[in-house]
């Protein structure tokens, strides 16, 4: 059974900084394509960052030079660090795992939320 856990959300003042945690089970991790989406209240589900078998790396512009994304294979963990946050980064955020075999499959999980305000 697949399970990516999330933890690290919180209440935090504009400018502050959280990392999220994403803890997974049940695949073997190290081959997935990892990944952090947002979703906002109102808004639809959209990208963050991803990070790639090899370690290769994509943002979104919104959060490129803010935001960094890692993963620790021996730990089968996912990270994203989150600095210099804004009123507007505030959403309830999903860890992904995305792999292409004989089709493409995702896990998500339940996700952890993220509140910048002063």
């Known amino acids: 059974q697949v399970q990516l856990v999330e933890s690290g959300g919180n209440l935090v003042q504009p400018g502050g900084s959280l990392r999220l945690s994403c803890a997974a089970s049940?695949?073997?991790?190290?081959?997935?394509?990892m990944g952090w989406y947002r979703q906002a209240p109102g808004k639809q589900r959209e990208l963050v960052a991803t990070?790639?078998?090899?370690?290769?790396?994509d943002y979104a512009d919104s959060v490129k030079g803010r935001f960094t994304i890692s993963r620790e294979n021996a730990k089968n963990t996912v990270y994203l660090q989150m600095n210099s946050l804004k009123p507007e980064d505030t959403a309830v955020y999903y860890c992904?795992?995305?792999?292409?075999?004989?089709?493409?499959?995702?896990?998500w999980g339940q996700g952890t939320q993220v509140t910048v305000s002063s």
């Open positions: 990070i790639g078998t090899g370690g290769s790396t």
């Open positions: 049940g695949i073997i991790f190290s081959i997935y394509t």
């Open positions: 992904n795992a995305h792999i292409v075999l004989s089709r493409p499959y995702d896990y």
